[in-house]
């Protein structure tokens, strides 16, 4: 869409903090804003254009901080709004910019509006701001399942019920309540004041139910990806709702966005979300559970652009973060389908990281905006071993539940030194979730500057994504032998992807820019082995 305006989203790469699990400042175990702020030059120097923080605000951390007290409070496990100021203003001073994570789906049982609603009893005024019911004589009051397992519904001592899609500690808002669309317009209001470039939109899909709530009729759990046609999941009327939000953001100076957490059957009913007065990217969760195959990987890039011009949105592209197992062990899978929750399974660590290394540059190398989630630059594998106790993931316990799994990809990250936790907190210090001996070898401190490395390649990536990989140059598809994937971007660039078991000789196309392992060329011929990527400058 080349008539439109140049704006920094469109292609920008945006690296997502899991601040519980970045960086400790104070020693207490737990990743804060001070953790993050010192470390904004590496973020700086690895080459990203923005980070995206998951939520720090005030929580009992049900739900890691997905389950929200105070949305106007920062948690002090994580430091103070003051922090939050200061991180934003580095940032910007860095020339990065900032995303903020808004839970406008559900806040905590701890929050003041539940906590009054449940205060006051059944009738009240107070408890519409929630979804309250009676149940069916000893039943829930419809037949909801919960994302994490169990029924959707908790009994309160005076016999009523509340609706909770996650954890019994994440009651649903109701949102054809018109003080929570204020509250949450205020909410976006304070945050932009404060700075901050933008949002992402947690369970964007969710907010809306449908009129009575009727049962879905069927006994089972829902899979975020294929809910179908559902009573609670993106349902028409979420969408006024963003064209109220983009109204707000529109009326800010300097480019503020969101991106939207939606996961709708289907990539155009997903680009509905971006339509242009609506919010600007969302989460392309079809391309991250595709198959490592290259039919699969091609057809699935041209649905995705196609759905996304259709409506003048740039396409976001993502392979991780913190609710889905790492995409060094996931592309492993032939089953892409499921894309979290099942048990990750072993898979060799060094075809597991070659194969990541070779989508991680593939990804760079497509037309829109890229999300990395932290620790894929050190090419961090999933931790797949932790014992049940130090699990803290809230549908772990629930076995039944989709997301059981999420803390493998939660483990905090080693930034140097030999021993745990490895420059994640002081020296000696715990870690919340203990990290596993190998990870010396993986620390910022051991890659950087090595040649070769998994960080090394981020950086040249990244650099060379500004230089040679024409921003919104669109994407041409070369001819190529089964099991390649061949696409130029402008007339400067091309892409060579094997995903082929076999190594694979097609022309050396021009200058050799990078690739994600070694090659060999020789006399205008490429010698490319299985699962690598290549960057070449035409
Ligand atoms: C989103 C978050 C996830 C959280 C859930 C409930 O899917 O990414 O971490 O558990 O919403 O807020
Ligand atoms: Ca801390």
Redesign the pocket.
């Known amino acids: 869409m080349s008539d439109l305006p140049p704006a920094w989203w469109r292609d920008a790469v945006i690296y997502q903090i899991y601040p519980r699990s970045f960086a400790d400042a104070n020693g207490d175990g737990i990743g804060d804003l001070p953790g993050i702020r010192s470390r904004l030059p590496y973020l700086r120097d690895l080459g990203v254009d923005a980070v995206w923080l998951s939520p720090f605000y005030l929580s009992p951390q049900a ?1 890691a901080g ?1 389950d929200v007290a105070d949305y106007r409070t920062v948690d002090p496990i994580f430091g103070s709004l003051d922090d939050a100021r200061g991180l934003v203003a580095d940032a910007h001073d860095l020339g990065l910019r900032v995303l903020v994570d808004l ?1 406008p789906n ?1 806040s905590s049982d701890q929050h003041a509006w539940f906590r009054q609603a449940l205060a006051e009893g059944p009738g009240s005024p107070l408890r519409a701001r929630y979804h309250f019911r009676d149940g069916r004589g000893a039943l829930p009051p419809n037949d909801w399942p919960s994302i994490f397992g169990g029924p959707a519904w908790t009994q309160v001592p005076d016999g009523q019920w509340y609706l909770h899609l ?1 954890a019994p500690e ?1 009651p649903d808002f109701n949102w054809a309540h018109p003080a929570v669309a204020d509250e949450f317009r205020t909410i976006l209001r304070f945050w932009l004041d404060l700075g901050v470039d933008g949002f992402r939109i ?2 964007a899909h969710g907010l809306v139910k449908e009129e009575g709530l009727p049962d879905i009729g069927q006994e089972t759990s829902w899979h975020l990806l294929d809910v179908g046609e559902s009573p609670c999941f993106d349902r028409p009327g979420v969408h006024e709702i963003y064209r109220s939000w983009r109204t707000i953001l529109d009326e800010y100076p300097g480019d503020r966005i969101a991106v939207a ?1 939606a996961w709708a059957p289907t990539l155009a009913r997903v680009a509905d979300y971006v339509r242009p007065d609506e919010l600007h990217q969302a989460f392309n969760f079809s391309y991250l559970s595709t198959a490592w195959n290259a039919p699969a990987q091609r057809a699935m890039i041209d649905a995705s652009l196609a759905a996304n011009d259709a409506v003048g949105a740039p396409t976001t592209w993502t392979l991780s973060n ?2 889905v197992v790492r995409h060094t062990n996931r592309l492993m899978r032939d089953d892409q389908g499921e894309v979290a929750g099942k048990k990750p399974t072993a898979v060799d660590p060094v075809a597991g990281l070659r194969r990541a290394r070779a989508a991680s540059l593939l990804l760079l190398a497509l037309p829109g905006s890229a999300y990395l989630y932290q620790g894929e630059e050190l090419g961090l594998p999933e931790v797949i071993d932790l014992p049940p106790s130090v699990r803290q993931d809230p549908a772990f316990h629930r076995a039944t539940g989709q ?1 059981g799994y999420r803390d493998g990809c939660r483990v905090p990250i080693p930034w140097s030194g030999t021993t745990a936790p490895y420059g994640f907190g002081p020296d000696g210090g715990p870690s919340w979730l203990p990290q596993p001996d190998s990870w010396a070898d993986l620390s910022v401190a051991a890659q950087d500057g090595v040649a070769g490395s998994t960080l090394t390649m981020y950086r040249d990536a990244l650099a060379l994504r500004r230089k040679a990989v024409a921003g919104q140059a669109p994407l041409t598809w070369q001819d190529a032998p089964e099991g390649l994937l061949v696409f130029d971007r402008g007339t400067d660039f091309r892409c060579t992807v094997n995903m082929s078991p076999a190594p694979l000789s097609p022309e050396a196309p021009g200058e050799l820019l990078l690739a994600s392992a070694p090659i060999t060329v020789d006399g205008g011929t490429a010698v490319i082995p299985p699962d690598t990527a290549v960057w070449w400058s035409l």
Do not use: T
């Open positions: 739900d997905y839970v559900h996650f994440q947690d369970v957490e913190h609710d997301d």
